[in-house]
T-cell receptor
Framework: KAGVTQTPRYLIKTRGQQVTLSCSPISGHRSVSWYQQTPGQGLQFLFEYFSETQRNKGNFPGRFSGRQFSNSRSEMNVSTLELGDSALYLC?????????????FGPGTRLTVT | GEDVEQSLFLSVREGDSSVINCTYTDSSSTYLYWYKQEPGAGLQLLTYIFSNMDMKQDQRLTVLLNKKDKHLSLRIADTQTGDSAIYFCAESNTNTGTASKLTFGTGTRLQVTL
């Protein structure tokens, strides 16, 4: 069965622009979570979607948003990019996101903001 | 808020045991996890332990949990060069509504030498 896929894998944007990242979960998985990974802050939870609804949110500014479609695919959007948004963005999917439901991570999208 | 701490680096010889340590602050942690990240890849769940357990063994991996001291360790027996990676400790609790919101440690880079 195919794993979690993220597109694009690499992205270079300029300060002030906006960006959309995509995540396709494993077939049958309905929960998708997003994380930001930076050398300074480590891995931080952005948000989680389940059945097209945001179920949980981390401590990020409103410039970070997401959505989930009826086929469970998810997108995250970052508006008005700042240099500090340069990071590896990881998405993870699981069946329900509850209990010990294992989360499977994608390879990530590396975003560079110049 | 929750905080998870790990030492940054560990070097071991091939064939020796590796012990990676982690401390956490959230006393309501329900699940504790160990993830592995190899260069250019996402995160792979290695093992997990419920907060009401003391120990869990899974082939070469042994997880020990001292709930009183909020200390978690991962022991890798017979460490191989393929074990070289960054290891993350993570916790979640059902107080957030789901177990999908993971709080990660800073990661420990394991280097295996010949």
């Amino acid at each position: 069965k195919a794993g979690v896929t993220q597109t694009p894998r690499y992205l270079i944007k300029t300060r002030g622009q906006q960006v959309t990242l995509s995540c396709s979960p494993i077939s049958g998985h309905r929960s998708v979570s997003w994380y930001q990974q930076t050398p300074g802050q480590g891995l931080q939870f952005l948000f989680e979607y389940f059945s097209e609804t945001q179920r949980n949110k981390g401590n990020f500014p409103g410039r970070f948003s997401g959505r989930q479609f009826s086929n469970s695919r998810s997108e995250m959007n970052v508006s008005t990019l700042e240099l500090g948004d340069s990071a590896l963005y990881l998405c993870a999917s699981s069946y329900t996101g509850t209990g010990i439901d294992e989360q499977y991570f994608g390879p990530g999208t590396r975003l560079t903001v110049t | 808020g929750e905080d998870v701490e790990q030492s940054l680096f560990l070097s071991v010889r091939e064939g020796d045991s590796s012990v990676i340590n982690c401390t956490y602050t959230d006393s309501s942690s329900t699940y504790l996890y160990w993830y592995k990240q190899e260069p250019g890849a996402g995160l792979q769940l290695l093992t997990y332990i419920f907060s009401n357990m003391d120990m869990k063994q899974d082939q070469r991996l042994t997880v020990l949990l001292n709930k009183k001291d909020k200390h978690l360790s991962l022991r890798i027996a017979d460490t191989q060069t393929g074990d070289s990676a960054i290891y993350f400790c993570a916790e979640s609790n059902t107080n957030t509504g789901t177990a999908s919101k993971l709080t990660f440690g800073t990661g420990t880079r394991l280097q295996v030498t010949l």
